[in-house]
């Protein structure tokens, strides 16, 4: 079992920055592979980001390329999301999944995913 918490979700205007965290709990943490998704209200979960289990691989969906980033501190259980260049279709909730394989193939399917944190909000304004 894992737990995981994200934090950093807040209000901020369009253009602005934010960094969004991903506490997790577990001694098994450096071999989970993370991913990012989020859900407006009324919309389908949407694939942001995604990072293998060494770091060594990154995927972003198309929307956030070039103003997400995604990393992860093994040493510390924790994946961030950074969010440059934020827009207002970026305003969703925002949750960190975790999987177990370790894997970098379907990690944009949420399927894959066996753990899920809570969520955490992030609205920007015009």
């Known amino acids: 079992q894992v737990q995981l918490v994200e934090s950093g979700g807040g209000l901020v205007q369009a253009g602005g920055s934010l960094r969004l965290s991903c506490a997790a709990s577990g001694r098994s943490f450096s071999s989970y592979s993370m991913g990012w998704f989020r859900q407006a209200p009324g919309k389908e979960r949407e694939f942001v980001a995604a990072?293998?289990?060494?770091?060594?691989?990154?995927y972003y969906a198309d929307s956030v390329k070039g103003r997400f980033t995604i990393s992860r501190d093994n040493a510390k259980n924790t994946v961030y999301l950074q969010m440059n260049s934020l827009k207002p279709e970026d305003t969703a909730v925002y949750y960190c999944?975790?999987?177990?394989?370790?894997?970098?193939?379907?990690?944009?399917?949420?399927?894959?995913?066996?753990?899920w944190g809570q969520g955490t909000q992030v609205t920007v304004s015009s």
């Open positions: 990072i293998s289990w060494s770091g060594g691989n990154t």
């Open positions: 999944a975790a999987d177990r394989a370790g894997g970098f193939r379907a990690l944009r399917d949420y399927h894959t995913y066996d753990y």
